[in-house]
């Protein structure tokens, strides 16, 4: 089910009321029940998938924590725990690109080759749920968290509907324990939730999908456009992505707040950041955390000589971009990321710069780093989107090569209205979240931004129909 | 339920109450500003129900692409309406054709036609294919429903709401196909004879799977594929739970309300080429379906214009694919067996 649906307008508030008018004994079971319900809107028979991988790291936590005195049995159990649960990840997103890589270059080399590809359509959210699987068998191995013994608690830790589809990945010291805590009427989380909900379908609705509708034109034939045009469709693309992700978070977090949820915030103005390194601590939170708690600090860290750290970075990063999606383009660009993060240490270590710093006013120097950070991540953005090598050779060289053809985007005003919205409140915002801080706001304020949010939903959301991006993922 | 939870339901109360009312507000700033340009904008099929009253016809023709494709030979490029508003001088026939309609659309049209108006009949084009699960959820089904959302009864922001949350058929090409393999499925085939196979879709299976017709006769594969087309389209049997069967009941009714004389149209298909392709239990289906429109509808006093056998093999110029697009003859022998019944 699609959070920006007629049919979620209706589940959300169903769901809420069921949730506070039963005993607390039955909720979990109600909230699984409407898990599966939401999932399977999609496609029913991927529940089984899901409920697969449930039962591996449910199995395997027991495990684990049972062989607990035995080292090595406990390695064991969490090695295989973690291959299978992978297993399914990558019979699902990865076969189809290996084995069409391996076609390729069989052919290109003239091998005999079985000339198959599976045609196996990827189960939403299903890098989602793996790696929030996998975050809990590993938090138990490591003795931070309890095993689960209640089958339908942890089926839900996986499941919980707010998240199931596109995150947050939540940890089980976060999320487990607050599903077994009796959640009471609270006001204040209901109001805050679909404030949440409220902010996240305007970002979704009218900023990202109106934004989307130019970015699509400009992907698919980027040799119509100039060199203006196709900026201004990264630079879009930039914001699509931002409110499309950080919309369906914010009501991801502001459906599970209603019931008296904390999820992990997702994004802390990723564009305000200075350094790319600063970047990702703010842009998709609950990603970059789990890639450090769970492959970055086991490689060793920043605590290693430079050129291992050289490599861990670039390992983490290039795996990040796969996780993504099984495309050359995300390999790319988290490769990218990595010898960025590596350039940029390696700059910060001149100490000609702390010198110009110090001298030029800091705000200049900050808002200089602001802008370089955006126009890197914009560049980068422009290789995530591609589609393939050769729509990524098309954008770049229409950009390059395309600077007198007339321009052929013709964007309008509900467009940059919306652009300019999510900018202003981006900026009021900081890192603080919309909810506490509408709450802060005085109550006419307050009613008159609900009214004007509202009616921009409804009047100026664009018809055409888009996904939410990371469902792809 | 203790003192503080009935505290903060009635304070939930008063904050739903004070939304309702923002609502109620919004709804009326949305009507008097962006309301005209969006209906406008999404709808052209409402400005189809205005053409009776602003052109002041007396009959209307309901139709879809049969009405108005022809072919690139024809000298006569006129549309059957035209040709019926040429055969009636003293009428003047309204033209509201727009492709892949059905009666569920046309309802909407002549729903929304103004209280006041000066027509006196309504033809409405009855395509056979149109009952099948091949057209129920075709992919040219999304836009129409799109356009009918503005079409309700309802007020404007929250029509306008259904079309921002997609509460219209968006189905990805892999649910629909899916859509319409289910729906195959469910066309069963019950015929008072032996017959081998128990849907379309297991008729549709067992033909495409050789490259023999009906009739022991080797074909190439597109003709195969031609006469799965024709099996997917019309092997079903009508009953009252098709969709497009409520779609029909509901202008009736409508018809019989605002006072109008009601003709179903039901168009000519490629008879020759189906008795050769898919044989006599397919003919004897699609006969049968259209004496069940017959039968359903004649008492309720609604003339049924059977044309399924009027026009010939060569008279339709698209051959790949079953259509009902005919030359000038096919479309002026259609027009003229409708003037005919007209007149009666």
């Avoid at chain 2, 959820?137 to 009918?148: A, G, H, I």
């Avoid at chain 2, 009953?239 to 000519?268: E, H, S, T, Y």
Wanted: proline share 3%; charged share 20%; net charge positive.
């Amino acid at each position: 089910m699609l959070f920006n649906s007629i049919e979620f307008i209706l589940f959300f508030p169903i769901v809420t009321i069921l949730f506070y008018l039963l005993p607390h004994n039955y909720r979990w079971l109600m909230l699984l029940g409407a898990s599966c319900f939401f999932y399977m809107w999609f496609i029913p028979k991927y529940i089984l998938i899901l409920l697969i991988t449930i039962a591996i790291d449910y199995t395997a936590g027991i495990l684990i924590e049972q062989w607990s005195d035995d080292a090595k049995l406990k390695k064991r159990c969490l090695i295989v725990s973690i291959i299978s649960t992978c297993l399914v990840l990558f019979i699902f997103k990865y076969l189809n690109f290996c084995s069409a890589n391996f076609v390729a270059l069989a052919q290109h080399f003239g091998w005999a080759h079985p000339n198959k590809i599976l045609n196996i359509a990827l189960p939403i959210g299903l890098s989602f749920h793996t790696f929030q699987s996998l975050s809990y068998v590993i938090e138990v191995y490591r003795g931070n968290q309890k095993a689960e013994r209640h089958f339908g608690y942890y089926a839900l830790y996986v499941m919980f509907y707010p998240q199931l589809v596109t995150g947050p990945i939540e940890r089980p010291q976060n999320l487990l324990r607050q599903l077994h805590e009796e959640k009471t009427l609270n006001y204040d989380n209901i109001a805050n939730g679909l404030r949440l909900i409220l902010f996240g379908l305007f970002l979704k609705m009218v900023v990202a999908d109106n934004l989307g509708q130019y970015v699509d034109q400009i992907y698919a034939n980027p040799q119509d456009f100039n060199t203006l045009d196709i900026t201004l469709g990264m630079v879009f693309y930039s914001f699509q992505i931002y409110g499309d992700f950080f919309g369906y978070s914010s009501i991801a977090l502001g459906c599970a707040l209603a019931m008296g949820f904390t999820l992990i915030d997702n994004f802390k103005a990723p564009y305000q950041a200075n350094s790319i390194q600063e970047f990702w601590r703010r842009w998709h939170i609950s990603l970059s955390t789990w890639f450090r708690d769970y492959l970055y600090i086991p490689l060793g860290g920043n605590r290693v000589a430079v050129p291992r750290w050289a490599l861990n970075t670039l390992i983490v990063f290039t795996v990040c971009g796969i996780w993504h999606g099984a495309n050359w383009t995300f390999m790319i660009w988290g490769f990218a990321y990595g010898v960025l993060l590596i350039l940029e240490r390696g700059l910060r270590n001149i100490h000609v710069f702390d010198k110009i710093a110090s001298r030029s006013g800091k705000t200049i120097i900050k808002v200089v780093n602001i802008a370089k950070t955006f126009v890197i991540v914009t560049l980068l953005w422009s290789v995530f989107r591609a589609t393939s090598f050769a729509n990524l050779h098309d954008v770049f060289s229409a950009w390059i090569h395309n600077s007198s053809v007339a321009s052929q985007l013709h964007v309008n005003a509900i467009t940059w209205i919306a652009l300019a919205a999510f900018i202003v409140i981006d900026l009021i915002l900081k890192q603080n979240r919309f909810d506490k801080w509408c709450g802060e706001q005085h109550p006419y304020t307050r009613w008159i931004l609900y009214a004007v949010m509202i009616f921009s939903i409804i009047v100026f959301s664009s018809v055409q129909h888009y996904p939410f991006i990371y469902f792809q993922f | 339920m203790t003192e503080n939870d009935q505290h903060i339901i009635l304070k939930l109360g008063k904050k739903f109450l004070l939304l309702a009312t923002i609502l109620v507000m919004l709804d009326i700033l949305y009507r008097v500003t962006l309301y005209p340009r969006d209906r406008e904008r999404y709808c052209t099929l409402m400005q189809y129900a205005q053409i009776p009253v602003k052109d002041s016809t007396d009959i209307i023709y309901l139709g879809e692409s049969s009405n108005h494709s022809y072919s690139p030979a024809d000298k006569d490029q006129r549309a059957i309406s035209d040709m019926i508003d040429d055969m009636l001088p003293g009428h003047k026939v309204a033209r509201l054709s727009k492709d892949a309609c059905h009666a569920g659309i046309y309802y909407d049209i002549l729903r929304n036609i103004p209280r006041k108006n000066p027509v006196q009949t309504v033809i409405v084009t009855v395509n056979m294919r149109s009952f099948s699960s091949e057209w129920i959820y075709s992919d040219l089904e999304k836009p129409l429903q799109k356009e009918q959302i503005f079409m309700r009864k309802a007020p404007a922001l929250y029509k306008r709401m259904l079309l921002a949350f997609k509460a219209y058929a968006h189905w990805t090409e892999s649910e629909r196909t899916k859509l319409v393999r289910e729906g195959f499925k469910k066309q069963t085939l019950d015929l008072p004879y032996y017959f081998p196979y128990k849907n379309a879709n297991d008729w549709d299976h067992a033909i495409g799977s050789q490259c023999y017709l009906y009739n022991g006769k080797k074909v190439s594969q597109d003709t195969i594929a031609l006469t799965c087309h024709y099996i997917k389209d019309f092997a079903y049997q009508l009953d009252d739970k098709n969709p497009r069967i409520q779609d029909l009941d509901k202008i009736v009714k409508l018809c019989q309300r605002r006072g109008w004389n009601l003709i179903f149209n039901v168009l000519a298909d490629n008879m020759d080429q189906i008795k050769v392709l898919a044989g006599p239990d397919l003919e004897f289906l699609m006969k049968s379906n259209v004496q069940y429109l017959i039968h359903r509808y004649e008492p309720q006093g609604v003339k049924v214009v059977n044309n399924q056998y009027m026009v010939r093999d060569r008279d339709f110029f698209e051959r790949e694919f079953p259509t009902e697009h005919y030359n000038q003859h096919g479309r002026h022998m259609v027009a003229e067996h409708i003037v005919e019944r007209l007149k009666e």
